[in-house]
């Protein structure tokens, strides 16, 4: 089975800093990789798909990279609303979950 | 108003059974593969089992493989997901969630707001 490793698992940085987290897929993916942002209490959300495709209505200061097994979120400018849980997802054959990387405002 | 509402959770004893349901609204339910999510008290995401449009494309997470049956009724626009041989690392929040586009291979672009499962004595 395909592992996939993010890192951080946490991080605080501070209003306006650019957030970069990565995820790494044990064996090659392509770009079937897709990011999602989850808010205490909340549902997740999807912010990323195939990869580096920005989904409808997510803001442009989130972006993604990457293909075959590294990939990466940025948060080019971070925001107070950016408080969250990211889990990167992979889905080229069965659906992995990465374990989740914490931000936090500093 | 596109939705996906989750009913049937609940206490359930170890070695029982449970049967979830997902209504969806809003949307052509059988334009889009749909899948079972599930996320333990304070962990992360795990993805449980997925189904295609037609049901003609099943998937299961290994840790429920042979005790979990995803099904989906198209005239009802519904999914579920039978929940057999109960164990204690099956507590969890379910979510019900939808495939970002008709293929079976794709993210997910909507949740629905979770069903709370608790397996206890």
Known sequence: ?106 | EVQLVESGGGLVQPGRSLRLSCAASGFTFDDYAMHWVRQAPGKGLEWVSGISWNSGSIGYADSVKGRFTISRDNAKNSLYLQMNSLRAEDTALYYCARSNSGSFLDAFDIWGQGTMVTVSS
């Open chain 1, 1 to 106: 089975d395909i592992q996939m490793t993010q890192s951080p698992s946490s991080l605080s940085a501070s209003v306006g800093d650019r957030v970069t987290i990565t995820c790494r897929a044990s064996q090659g993916i392509s770009n079937y990789l897709a990011w999602y942002q989850q808010k205490p209490g909340k549902v997740p959300k999807l912010l990323i798909y195939a990869a580096s495709t920005l989904q409808s209505g997510v803001p442009s200061r989130f972006s993604g990279s990457g293909s075959g097994t590294d990939f990466t979120l940025t948060i080019s400018s971070l925001q107070p609303e950016d408080v969250a849980t990211y889990y990167c997802q992979k889905y080229n054959s069965e659906w992995t979950f990465g374990q989740g990387t914490k931000v936090e405002i500093k």
